[in-house]
């Protein structure tokens, strides 16, 4: 990514790198136009009837049939149900509060403080937030009505229509899907990652044939390289893969980006190819292309034919893309199928609780929940003494923007005010202006609709870098348009939600950011080190004899992991929004933690298939001299990584190493086999060990190199 920005010209270097940023986030991508296309149905289909019949809060329910369409039918049933129970629990929490609290001022006062802080806890101590923010939504944008002048059953009644028109759309979002399911034939996510082998294959191809590089192939892996994985992992995210799956193909989609990194770059080192490493690139654009196809095809690609060259090579990058490549492989590493994932021979495991352990006693999820709520009630507070009710958006934009650390609240802020912007000055009041003087029937409103939501929608499914823009584009354009059951012809609505925004904006940055706001570096570095013990606990697992009680904790284990692999992620890009005298040294430490990613994740899958080892499932067992042996090493790989944390962490110790103890074990398996283990089944244990072994102690080195001195 370097090498692209800094082959840019210096003078107008930024807007380059910002136009091409902006077209490689809105460039087609196999499916895309399929999902834009549903999106924009049901947005329709609901703003419709909420025009013919009238029904209250129509706005919001076509913003929420826009963005519940997901990826596959199961993950938006999912979304729709998540919707559906945070609004329902919503709803009552603020009827059963009008009952109690509405015929005392100091009461109501107090009730909305309190919801306010229980909205914000819930955001950052349940599991699922997708309901927990719907909770947090349905107060904000109800609240202006708790102080109107109205009574209490027209309060009730509204309040219940907006539970009701946002069910209704989240139903009609659902049918939507189901009707467009028999249209989808591919996975989206193997295509991503099929792209991406293909781009490379073909730089390598050229390089091969001695031609100079085309300018299509160099734009088209720097558009990847700039888009990045992060579109790809929340497809991974949102899509409810099998667990299994999921941890198998994050390692993928990391690592298919690092390939794609590599790759841009290889062209600033040379333009040509040595003619020692000539056949050697010929079988690396073969390996890539069967790896493609096999996961094109559906099955896990070939382990043994991934090895890595073992001379170094003349071509810079090339050693680096042959282990990239490699450890794709290596992550399928016990699964001939990626159609169907086998589920646990002790069966699965019991669901997590909905509260995150320690929850409740969590001073870190107390003081999110405090930040949030001071900077909601001075919104809250603000607008009701200026008696402005119409910039309540202040409180909807201190819940949409508050994230943990102050980089990714920052990015949402940002994306939420520029939408606004884009949405309710550009989009809202041009069309005020310009267009909707000349429309006279629910036909021409409705073409125009479709437009804006097609172009909102289309912004809202590219990465997420920017996907929030396009949601608050079409917020904008909904507020201004559909609140009333006429063409909005007062200019006032469009300036009273941009200053509510500013509004809101401004509480986030004196409350949330100022009041023990933590950099999303510092959590960043908290989180890769967190994750390297907590990788450890899984080497060393199980801890308990019972097999069932630990297949469940491993479960556990692994979710907790998978999640700080996100977060990690999460956390990376929210440094780029993050500015101070640090700023240098923690994008540095991205780029660190950036590049040791995609290996700890293949090293985390592999530790996956060990455990089926130690905890001796059927097809997997093991001679005890050899699981003791077993056990040795996994104490001594766990130690590893847990050094490697400590040397993040500062105290810098000297990483032990377990080549002595790894090559004892290799021996007694090899020893064991000829009498007790069949070939193959010896034969997957010892390249599975010899490859975690690899990658610990790549990451060990890595980890000694790059975090000398590190505090």
């Known amino acids: 990514m370097a090498s692209i920005a800094q082959s840019l010209p210096v003078s107008n270097r930024w807007l380059a790198w910002l136009w091409q940023w902006l077209r490689n986030e809105l460039t087609p991508y196999p499916g895309r136009a399929l999902l834009v296309a549903r999106m924009v149905t049901a947005a329709t289909l609901v703003m419709i009837m909420s025009m013919t019949f009238r029904l209250p809060y129509g706005a919001f329910g076509a913003i929420y049939a826009l963005i519940l369409s997901r990826e596959s039918l199961e993950a938006t049933a999912n979304a729709v149900r998540h919707v559906v129970i945070g609004f329902v629990i919503a709803g009552a929490y603020i009827i059963l509060g009008l009952m109690l609290v509405l015929a005392d001022p100091t009461l109501r006062f107090l009730w909305i403080v309190g919801g306010f802080f229980a909205g914000f806890w819930a955001m950052s101590a349940l599991r699922d937030y997708s309901a927990a923010g719907r909770f947090g939504y349905l107060m904000s944008i109800t609240i202006s009505l708790w102080d109107r002048h109205v009574s209490e059953a027209v309060k009730v009644e509204n309040t219940l229509w907006a539970v009701g028109v946002v069910a209704l759309a989240s139903i009609i979002a659902l049918l939507v899907e ?16 099929a792209e991406r082998l293909a781009c490379v294959e073909e730089l390598l191809t050229h390089f091969l044939s001695g031609d100079p590089l085309n300018a299509p192939i160099h734009a088209g892996l720097a558009r990847l390289a700039m888009t990045g994985t992060s579109r790809m992992r929340q497809v991974l995210h949102r899509s409810g893969f099998d667990p299994q799956y999921a941890e198998r193909m994050g390692a993928v989609v990391a690592l298919a980006g690092r390939l794609v990194d590599l790759a841009a770059n290889l062209p ?8 020692i490493d000539r056949e050697r690139i010929g079988r690396l654009a073969t390996r890539i292309r069967q790896t493609r196809e096999d996961l094109v095809g559906g099955f896990a690609p070939e382990l043994a034919g991934s090895a890595v060259e073992s001379a170094l090579p003349n071509l810079p990058l090339l050693g680096e893309i042959e282990q990239t490549v490699s450890l794709i492989a290596e992550a399928y590493a016990g699964s001939p199928s990626l159609r169907v994932l086998a589920p646990s021979p002790a069966g699965a495991a019991a669901p997590p609780p909905p509260i995150v352990a320690g929850a409740l006693l969590d001073s870190e999820h107390l003081r999110f929940a405090m930040r949030g709520s001071l900077a909601a009630t001075a919104s809250y507070i603000t607008f009701n003494a200026l008696y402005w009710p119409e910039i309540s958006t202040a409180v909807t934009t201190c819940f949409l923007t508050a994230l943990t650390t102050i980089g990714a609240s920052r990015q949402k802020q940002v994306l939420r005010f520029a939408g606004a912007l884009i949405g309710g000055f550009g989009v809202g009041m041009g069309a005020q202006i310009f267009i909707l003087p000349y429309l006279d029937s629910i036909a021409g409103f409705t073409a125009l609709f479709i437009a804006i939501m097609g172009a909102a929608g289309w912004i809202a499914t ?9 949601v608050q584009v079409a917020v904008a354009f909904c507020l201004i348009n559909l609140q009333e059951f006429t063409f909005q012809t007062s200019l006032t609505v469009a300036r009273d939600r941009a200053i509510g925004v500013l509004l809101g904006l401004f509480m986030m940055w004196l409350f949330f950011d100022q009041l ?39 479960y556990m284990l692994r979710e907790t992991i998978s999640a700080h692999f996100d977060r990690v992620r999460s956390l990376a890009d929210g440094v780029l929004f993050e500015f101070g005298p640090s700023r240098r040294r923690d994008l540095e430490l991205r780029a660190h933690i950036r590049r040791c990613q995609p290996e700890l994740r293949t090293l985390f899958v592999m530790r996956v298939s060990s455990l089926k080892y130690r905890l001796q499932v059927p097809g997997f067992e093991l001679p005890e001299t050899v699981r003791l042996r077993q056990e040795a090493y996994d104490e001594v790989s766990a130690r590893m990584l847990e050094e490697m944390a400590d040397r993040m962490e500062g105290r810098a110790p000297a990483i032990t190493s377990g080549a002595q103890l790894l090559k004892q074990t290799l021996h007694d398996v090899e020893a064991e086999a000829s009498r007790e283990l069949p070939a193959g089944q010896a034969q997957s244990f010892v390249t599975l060990l010899r490859e975690i072994d690899v990658l610990t102690c790549s990451l060990a080195a890595q980890v000694a190199k790059e975090f000398v001195g590190s505090n």
């Open 268 to 275: 600033h080192f040379t333009s040509s190819v040595p003619e």
């Open 516 to 554: 023990w706001g933590t950099p999303a570096g510092v959590e960043m570095k908290r989180a890769f080190s967190s994750t390297l013990r907590l990788l450890g606990q899984l080497a060393r697992a199980p801890v308990s004899k019972d097999v069932r009680e630990a297949i469940e904790a491993s």
């Open 462 to 470: 590219s990465t997420p870098r920017l996907s929030y823009l396009g």
């Open 178 to 193: 189901i009707v467009f399911a028999a249209f989808r034939q591919s996975n989206g996510l193997i295509d991503a990652v």
